[in-house]
């Protein structure tokens, strides 16, 4: 069975700019979450999207905002890139709460 | 809220040695708890978890047992290889099952040397 997958791998983009990020889940899966990593603040939740229905959301600005498809693909959205932004984005799928959820291998993004 | 409370490292151990890294959480309610791992370069990968109080979860040597009493999951393994060095995360999932959110703890870096 195919992992989790998300593209790109790495991305550079400039202050002011948006970019999205995409990831396609295990097949099954119908519930997809999104998460930020970096040194200082970790892993953070950033919203999750179940049957192409977003279910929670963390504490972000409304510049990050994501959709699911009826194929259960994800992606997320930022826009107006700042500094801070740059991160580790992770993705992970899993079939439904309480259960594992198995994440892809990430989209570095930095933001100059 | 609920959160995570992982030790603070780096942790540093020779070659088959003893490993313990401890784990607490606070959470409202019957969560699930994971144990992740990240190697560099790479995202999360399941390395093992516990559904319900006293249940024990184990994978490539390693385990944790879900103690309610004094809510923790501490992970331990008998004998450490240079391979395990990596990223240990511990987490627990949404109490009330209304959503898939994962909380983390902060994460600690286990170098094992030969």
């Known amino acids: 069975k195919a992992g989790v997958t998300q593209t790109p791998r790495y991305l550079i983009k400039t202050r002011g700019q948006q970019v999205t990020l995409s990831c396609s889940p295990i097949s099954g899966h119908r519930s997809v979450s999104w998460y930020q990593q970096t040194p200082g603040q970790g892993l953070q939740f950033l919203f999750e999207?179940?049957?192409?229905?977003?279910?929670n959301k963390g504490n972000f600005p409304g510049r990050f905002s994501g959709r699911q498809f009826s194929n259960s693909r994800s992606e997320m959205n930022v826009s107006t890139l700042e500094l801070g932004d740059s991160a580790l984005y992770l993705c992970a799928s899993s079939w439904d709460t309480f259960l594992e959820q198995y994440f892809g291998p990430g989209t570095r993004l930095t933001v100059t | 809220g609920n959160s995570v409370t992982q030790m603070e490292g780096p942790v540093t151990l020779s070659e088959e040695a003893f490993l313990t890294i401890n784990c607490t959480y606070t959470a409202t309610g019957y969560p699930s708890l994971f144990w992740y791992v990240q190697y560099p370069g790479e995202g999360l990968q399941l390395l093992l978890k516990?559904?319900?109080?006293?249940d024990k979860g184990s994978n490539k040597g390693f385990e944790a047992t879900y103690r309610k009493e004094t809510t923790s999951f501490h992970l331990e393994k008998g004998s450490v290889q240079v391979s395990d060095s990596a990223v240990y995360f511990c987490a627990l999932s949404d109490p009330t099952g209304a959503n898939s959110k994962l909380t983390f703890g902060k994460g600690i870096t286990l170098s094992v040397r030969p």
């Open positions: 516990a559904t319900k109080a006293d």
């Open positions: 999207y179940f049957s192409e229905t977003q279910r």
